[in-house]
């Protein structure tokens, strides 16, 4: 008995079946998603609007601050006041004078900055009357909360602290600074307060609506402000880290990098369901909107189609295959479907076209083997043609009695030409020395020498570094070849030819250079259009073999440049890579 499987229904059966069953469920879960979505959104804008407020107020407490820093900048540069307060005055009256002239124009100064109230100085001179402003550094002082918790700092830097304020409590804020920027021998003690208005941190940290609690705290994280009013923060040190914070509150936190507020931050405190209040006023809008789309049922067919789509996709897919030449099957259960019918169809022609393909290219391989084979017989039968051993052996016979006769110069050039011939039967050696390379190119050398005689003349310069460099086997002697035969040998008078090896960084420059007939300009162009000919081979086939054979080695690592003119005799410079 068969088993009743979905995908041998007909398609348009089936489509009947998706439409009745699965409408309901991708309505309901889309809503969720929306829901959960829109919940999100509403969240992060409102805790974008929340640490909005604690930037807000932590600039305008920054803008407070620094107006006040403004006037203490001033102030510590001011020479006529550091005189002020360091003059020993004689009489009473010198000081009232000085106070007047002086002293009563800083005070007109300060209410331009409206955050702060008053000024005053700090000083242990006792030619000074302490009244107006201006007040005796004494044993009550330097008890005070203030000065203590300015020593450290305030030679350094102007310092924000708290002092007693006229309720008893340490509610009023004022910027201390040390005056010390002018110093002399047995100077007196100099110290700036500039007292901030009594409502100014309450208009700061009121100003701005924030849904929760804000903290001004210092580098010690103690609380300095705070709109907290269960924390009593003007009668002490009052850490905040003893204060108690419910599992779902979400902390905003600015800092401030001035070395007077260093450390010092601003911190908001909300609680989480702020932020979900909006959220819960727009879900009956939700149901209303899933109630809506529940008219448009067929819209969501496509969501329940899914086995059709991919079915589809997975067949266009191996047939995309099929265009890389890669005819893989279509696996799976064989359905009696519309779907299914098409795999078989595809499955089959498949296997036929990688049928015929695998018998062509194997008749392809077995013909290109044949050919191969015959070509190995060819040169087989080449070498076998040749004896080596018998050439050096005549050769080496003939160098003999040269010698027997004194005839050294004779002796020396069959010598140099067994070796030419004893390199040139050693197969398969694709990598030489520059040294070996220089040793073949001087026997040649010396063998043209013996038949040319001072015509040919030649000077090698090889660097003792590149010696044991490694390079091609027989890249160079081509060119040492063509300098010979081609270069010096037409000209009437005496030929030079010059071999320079040398090494700049990490490459070697190898130069031959000739004085000798050189190329006409349309000979020159038509050498330099060949080498870069592969199919044709034709003239100058010594040269288009060492430039492939670079190529082959060293791709696009390499450098070869030819230089000729007729009359000029011929350049040919080839840079390659520095291997040992």
Not at 129 to 153: C, F, M, P, Q, R
Not at 215 to 236: F, H
Not at 329 to 355: C, P, W
Request: charged share 25%.
């Amino acid at each position: 008995m068969n088993r009743f499987n979905f995908n041998n229904i007909g398609l348009r059966n089936k489509l009947l079946i998706i439409y009745i069953v699965s409408v309901f469920i991708p309505i309901t879960l889309t809503h969720i998603a929306f829901y959960q979505i829109t919940s999100n959104n509403v969240r992060t804008q409102k805790m974008n609007d929340i640490s909005l407020s604690v930037k807000q107020i932590s600039n305008d407490f920054r803008t407070a601050i620094d107006d006040a820093v403004e006037i203490s900048s001033k102030l510590y540069t001011d020479y006529e006041l550091y005189n002020f307060l360091e003059n020993k005055y004689e009489k009473t009256i010198d000081f009232i004078h000085a106070y007047q002239n002086y002293y009563s124009g800083i005070n007109k100064e300060v209410p331009l900055f409206s955050t702060v109230r008053s000024l005053n100085l700090y000083t242990n001179n006792d030619t000074v009357i302490y009244a107006g402003g201006v007040n005796k550094i004494d044993t009550l002082v330097k008890e005070s909360h203030w000065y203590k918790e300015s020593e450290v700092i305030r030679k350094s830097y102007p310092v924000l602290t708290r002092r007693l304020g006229e309720s008893g409590k340490l509610d009023t804020f004022s910027i201390i600074r040390e005056l010390d920027y002018f110093t002399t021998k047995g100077s007196t003690q100099k110290i700036l307060e500039l007292q901030f208005d009594l409502g100014l941190m309450d208009h700061i940290f009121h100003n701005v609506t924030f849904p929760g609690d804000i903290y001004l705290l210092d580098e010690q994280g103690t609380i300095e402000y705070t709109t907290n009013p269960k924390v009593k923060w003007s009668e002490g040190d009052t850490q905040y880290h003893f204060v108690t914070l419910s599992n779902d509150t979400l902390v905003f936190e600015e800092s401030f990098n001035v070395p007077y507020l260093n450390n010092w931050k601003v911190v908001g405190v909300t609680q989480e369901k702020v932020l979900l209040e909006e959220v819960e006023g727009s879900r009956n809008f939700i149901l209303y909107l899933a109630l809506i789309n529940l008219v448009f049922p067929s819209l969501f067919i496509v969501y329940m189609t899914s086995s059709l789509h991919l079915r589809i996709l997975r067949i266009l897919k191996h047939m995309r295959k099929v265009e890389d030449q890669n005819f893989e099957l279509i696996k799976g259960v064989n359905y009696q479907d519309e779907i299914g019918e098409l795999t078989q169809a595809f499955n089959r022609m498949a296997s036929k076209i990688k049928k015929l393909i695998n018998e062509v290219y194997i008749a392809d391989i077995q013909k290109k083997n044949l050919e191969l084979q015959r070509k190995q017989a060819q040169l087989s039968a080449l070498q076998s043609q040749i004896n080596p051993h018998f050439l050096f052996n005549v050769l080496e016979t003939i160098r003999m009695r040269s010698i027997l006769k004194k005839e050294e110069e004779t002796a020396k050039i069959i010598q140099n030409m067994a070796n030419m011939l004893r390199k040139s039967f050693i197969w398969g050696k694709d990598w030489v020395s520059v040294e070996e390379e220089i040793y073949l190119i001087k026997c040649f050398l010396e063998i043209q020498h013996y038949r040319f005689d001072d015509k040919m003349q030649y000077h090698i310069e090889v660097d003792s570094e590149v010696k044991k460099c490694i390079i091609p086997n027989m890249s160079l002697i081509p060119f040492v070849e063509n300098a010979s035969i081609h270069g010096i040998e037409p000209i009437k008078g005496n030929g030079m030819i010059k071999i320079s090896i040398k090494r700049d960084g990490d490459t070697i420059v190898c130069e031959i250079t000739d004085n000798g007939k050189g190329m006409e300009n349309e000979e020159f162009e038509r050498l330099i259009r060949s080498i870069k000919e592969v199919e044709n081979i034709g003239e100058h086939v010594g040269i288009k073999n060492v430039y492939f054979r670079l190529k082959l080695h060293y791709a696009n690592h390499f450098d070869f440049k030819v230089k000729s003119a007729r009359g000029a005799g011929t350049t040919i410079r080839i840079v390659l890579p520095f291997q040992t």
